[in-house]
């Protein structure tokens, strides 16, 4: 896995602090024997797929060191109806963003700490997204 340079989840950028990702691309293609006893090869369309994981990630915006969104709104979009999210990353500061439409297929998280002075809490977490 790699650090994640930018990260945007619906057009809300998320704090790239310590996120870990990895993409992969499906290839859907499918072998077709013609009559004249041919093969042929048609390909759909691929399908892109990201995984991220973070390590101590806070709660809210305000604990983020860049004021990104954070657990709290990954969350939302985990759980909101209809699941269809606009992704949009880049793994290299000077690359080509790439963007597609997905949804969150897999989501867990883990609690670290709770900070009874600043009312955060820090979460182990890790999510999917798949091309729509």
């Given at each position: 896995?790699?650090?994640?340079?930018?990260?945007?989840?619906?057009?809300?950028?998320?704090?790239?602090?310590?996120?870990?990702?990895?993409?992969?691309?499906?290839?859907?293609?499918?072998?077709?024997?013609?009559?004249?006893?041919?093969?042929?090869?048609?390909?759909?369309?691929?399908?892109?797929?990201?995984?991220?994981?973070?390590?101590?990630?806070?709660?809210?915006?305000?604990?983020?060191?860049?004021?990104?969104?954070?657990?709290?709104?990954?969350?939302?979009?985990?759980?909101?109806?209809?699941?269809?999210?606009?992704?949009?990353?880049?793994?290299?500061?000077?690359?080509?963003?790439?963007?597609?439409?997905?949804?969150?297929?897999?989501?867990?998280?883990?609690?670290?700490?709770?900070?009874?002075?600043?009312?955060c809490i820090y979460y182990n977490l890790s999510?999917?997204?798949?091309?729509?």
């Amino acid at each position: 896995m790699a650090y994640v340079k930018f990260l945007s989840l619906d057009g809300q950028e998320l704090t790239v602090g310590g996120a870990k990702f990895s993409s992969s691309e499906t290839i859907n293609a499918s072998n077709v024997e013609t009559s004249a006893g041919r093969q042929k090869r048609f390909f759909s369309r691929n399908k892109k797929s990201l995984q991220v994981q973070y390590n101590y990630i806070p709660s809210g915006e305000s604990h983020a060191f860049d004021s990104r969104k954070a657990r709290d709104y990954i969350y939302s979009l985990a759980t909101k109806s209809p699941p269809k999210i606009l992704v949009n990353y880049r793994d290299d500061p000077n690359g080509v963003d790439v963007e597609f439409y997905g949804f969150i297929d897999q989501y867990s998280e883990t609690i670290l700490r709770r900070d009874p002075v600043s009312q955060c809490i820090y979460y182990n977490l890790s999510f999917s997204v798949e091309e729509a």
